[in-house]
C-alpha cells in the first residue's frame, strides 16, 4: 500500500515549475527554513520565494520532475529529476533529493532540505 504524495508537496513542484514564486512562498510557514546545497539558508516566505528565481536564472529551462516519494509522518522525502538547458542552449539533468517536513496537519511546509552534486551542476550551467 502507497502513501499519496502530500498536495502540498504536489503544489510546491508545480509552482516550481511554473516559475510561480508567490505560489511558492505561499506554500511555506512565516517562519520557515530553506536549506540548499551550496547556498545560505533562507529564513521565512520571502526569502524562500526569492531563493528560487536567483537559483534558476542560469537554467531559463528547467522541469523538476518527483520519481519517487516517501512519506513518513510529516516529513516527505522526494527523489528528483532535473532537466533543462542553460543559457546557451546545453541540455542539463542531474537527479536530487528534497526532504520536506510539514505541519502537522500537512498542509504547510516548515523546512525544506536540497540535495545534489553542485559541482556537476556547476559544470552543466557554464558549458557552452
Given amino acids: 500500500m502507497s502513501t499519496p504524495t ?3 508537496v504536489e503544489r510546491y513542484f508545480a509552482a516550481v515549475n511554473a516559475e510561480d514564486w508567490t505560489a511558492v512562498g505561499n506554500l511555506f510557514t512565516p517562519d520557515a527554513e530553506l536549506a540548499a546545497v551550496g547556498a ?3 529564513h521565512g516566505r520571502e526569502a524562500i520565494a526569492a531563493h ?3 537559483t534558476l536564472a542560469a537554467l531559463p529551462v528547467h522541469h523538476d520532475e ?3 516519494v ?3 509522518g510529516t516529513v516527505v522525502l522526494v527523489e528528483i ?3 533543462g538547458r542553460n543559457r546557451a542552449g546545453a541540455e542539463v539533468a542531474f537527479d536530487a533529493v528534497d526532504v520536506f517536513d510539514l505541519t502537522g496537519d500537512g498542509t504547510t511546509i516548515e523546512r525544506l532540505t536540497s540535495w545534489y552534486d553542485t559541482a556537476a551542476v556547476g559544470r552543466m550551467v557554464r558549458a557552452s
Fill in 40 to 42: 545560505p539558508p533562507r
Fill in 6 to 8: 502530500p498536495a502540498v
Fill in 81 to 83: 529529476r532535473f532537466t
Fill in 70 to 72: 516517501v512519506v513518513a
Fill in 66 to 68: 518527483p520519481t519517487r
Fill in 52 to 54: 528560487f528565481p536567483w
